[in-house]
């Protein structure tokens, strides 16, 4: 006979399963992203529309999520391939994770791309009120939702969704059309 302990996290895995759902069927593919503004832990401020004309990966994290913290090997290398033909990434620090953390963890795993902070939560609010990690969007050059992930992304799978978007690629796509 199950115990009450037993029905509690059968509900609880329920609720994670239910959220992860929604999490892909959101309405976000299509839609515009969202307009924001970021702070990197080095004062940089942009605004996500900034970077129009570039594929973007815009992914949640905290330094308390260990698949996110698994993650960050691979969004390096996805990154420190793709970067020179035009990817961006930026990483989303969560607002409860303490700033001092997200500096030594940037400075330890040696993140080369854009690392933010979402200090009072606008930034996960503006992208659907993202409360799990990893949560991540790839976001098209003309600035409209790809795709959203809830948990660890496939980075062989983004680099092939990535084919194409890039502009050193479509520069080569459009001469190899000229070549025909």
């Not at 997200?102 to 009120?129: C, H, N, Q, T």
Request: aromatic share 8%; proline share 6%; glycine share 8%.
């Amino acid at each position: 006979m199950a115990t009450r302990k037993d029905i509690l996290i059968g509900l609880l895995v329920v609720l994670v399963i239910a959220s992860a759902g929604v999490a892909w069927v959101a309405p976000w593919q299509g839609e515009r992203a969202p307009e924001v503004h970021f702070e990197t832990l080095d004062g940089e401020r942009f605004a996500l529309d900034e970077l129009q004309g570039h594929p973007t990966i815009v992914a949640f994290w905290a330094t308390t999520c260990t698949i996110c913290v698994q993650e960050i090997p691979h969004f390096k290398a996805l990154y420190e391939e793709l970067y020179p033909e035009g990817l961006e990434l930026i990483a989303v620090a969560m607002e409860y994770d303490p700033e001092d953390q997200v500096r030594a963890m940037a400075k330890e795993r040696e993140m080369p791309y854009r690392v933010v902070l979402d200090r009072d939560g606008s930034i996960a609010r503006a992208f659907g009120d993202i409360r799990l990690t990893p949560t991540t969007f790839l976001i098209g050059p003309n600035g409209e939702i790809l795709q959203q992930r809830l948990g660890m992304v496939d980075t062989d799978k983004m680099r092939e969704r990535l084919t194409g978007l890039l502009p050193g690629e479509q520069v080569a796509l459009f001469e190899d059309d000229r070549r025909g």
